[in-house]
Structure formats: structure tokens, C-alpha cells
């Protein structure tokens, strides 16, 4: 492959185009612009539970994201509501009296 210049580029040259493609593009997902969205990591840290049961409560929708290529982008008011009013109690509930 032939730049401008006519300078034949390495394949090394070219994978590092790539990479450094991918990191802008990441960049810009994650800009100030987006700054009030969680990752599923950063979700399960704040909400105190694994990345996987957020995987899951997003799967169940009862938790709203954004996907942006694989990764689910969580709002941070969805989140707030959802540690406020959507994850259910621990445990058994309690016994009802007959």
C-alpha cells in the first residue's frame, strides 16, 4: 500500500494506524460528551455487585444501556434510579402469618 508520497508503508506502519485509529475512536465515545455513562464494570462497582449480574439485569431489561459496539453504556440517572428502586431485596422473604 502507497501513501501521498508514494513511500510504500510496512505492515507494521499500518497496524499502528489502526491502533491508533481505534484509541481516537474511543476517545470520542468516551468524551466529555458521554462522561454521565457507566461501563458494565464500572456499573457493578457502583451498584456492588459483578459485571456479569449487570450483563444479566440489562438482559432482563431491568436495567436500560446503550450499546456501542460490545459494550453496553449505562446512563448514570438510569443507574441512580436503579440502585434506588430496581434491585429487589436480598433473601428470603419474610414469613407471612396464616
Known sequence: MKD???VVLSFVERLVGKYFACIETHSL???SRMS???TT???ATY???TASRIRQ???EERLPSEKYGRDHMIKERDL???ARNG???RGRPPKTNK
Open 80 to 82: 441512580e434510579y436503579f
Open 36 to 38: 454521565k455513562y457507566y
Open 87 to 89: 434491585k429487589k431485596k
Open 41 to 43: 464494570d464500572e456499573a
Open 4 to 6: 501521498s508520497d508514494g
Open 29 to 31: 465515545l468516551y468524551s
Open 57 to 59: 439485569y440489562i438482559a
Open 47 to 49: 451498584l456492588g455487585v
